[in-house]
T-cell receptor, first 112, second 115 residues
Framework: QKEVEQNSGPLSVPEGAIASLNCTYS??????FFWYRQYSGKSPELIMS????GDKEDGRFTAQLNKASQYVSLLIRDSQPSDSATYLC????????????FGAGTRLAVHP | GAVVSQHPSWVICKSGTSVKIECRSL??????MFWYRQFPKQSLMLMAT?????????EQGVEKDKFLINHASLTLSTLTVTSAHPEDSSFYIC???????????FGNGTRLTVT
């Protein structure tokens, strides 16, 4: 099993809909997770971080962490065409060193 | 917020030459700097971890003699791609946490093209 797994997509949703992005992780990844957004040719930018079980909301974004299922997700409400990007799920390596392990990323396309 | 400044943003070089990429933390002390590489349509792959004042730790499969990392101060880390070849063409990104267990702050990346 890969340490952090994501469906590569593309995930296509209409404007205004909810986009749901999912990620699973292995035991080699600790309980700190981050969602990054990356536009083509650009560096990743942090959207959300989540450290404890449950939901965390920030504007149109909600991150969910389920430790028992080793599952983390990102919901984007009222999706906009500007949300079209690749979303990277990342978790901290359990062995320390602050090392982030990234999933392959899910490409999201929001169409008008 | 914490800012990592990365230069150059793009570089084109001839095969066999060396290229240096610099990353500076502007408003925090970057004790650790992570260097990633990203090929088109692929995810970020960690190449190496550098800690100020000590030798870098390279991930499996990354040639330490080809990718020289220097982290001589708390605000500057450099990656030198030596004897570059076309297969080294990629997007190189540095990143650093501003404190333990914090999210990574990324530089803007360097697009390297080796002709």
């Amino acid at each position: 099993q890969k340490e952090v797994e994501q469906n590569s997509g593309p995930l296509s949703v209409p404007e205004g809909a909810i986009a749901s992005l999912n990620c699973t992780y292995s035991d080699r990844v600790s309980q700190s997770f981050f969602w990054y957004r990356q536009y083509s040719g650009k560096s990743p930018e942090l959207i959300m971080s989540i450290y404890s079980n449950g939901d965390k909301e920030d504007g149109r974004f909600t991150a969910q962490l389920n430790k028992a299922s080793q599952y983390v997700s990102l919901l984007i409400r009222d999706s906009q065409p500007s949300d079209s990007a690749t979303y990277l799920c990342a978790g901290l390596f359990s062995g320390g060193y602050n090392k982030l392990i990234f999933g392959a990323g899910t490409r999201l396309a929001v169409h008008p | 917020g914490a800012v990592v400044s990365q230069h150059p943003s793009w570089v084109i070089c001839k095969s066999g030459t060396s290229v240096k990429i610099e990353c500076r933390s502007l408003d925090f002390q970057a004790t650790t700097m992570f260097w990633y590489r990203q090929f088109p349509k692929q995810s970020l792959m960690l190449m190496a971890t550098s800690n100020e004042g000590s030798k870098a730790t390279y991930e499996q499969g990354v040639e330490k003699d080809k990718f020289l990392i220097n982290h001589a101060s708390l605000t500057l880390s450099t990656l030198t791609v030596t004897s570059a070849h076309p297969e080294d063409s990629s997007f190189y990104i540095c990143s650093s946490p501003d404190r333990a267990d914090s999210p990574l702050h990324f530089g803007n990346g360097t697009r390297l093209t080796v002709t």
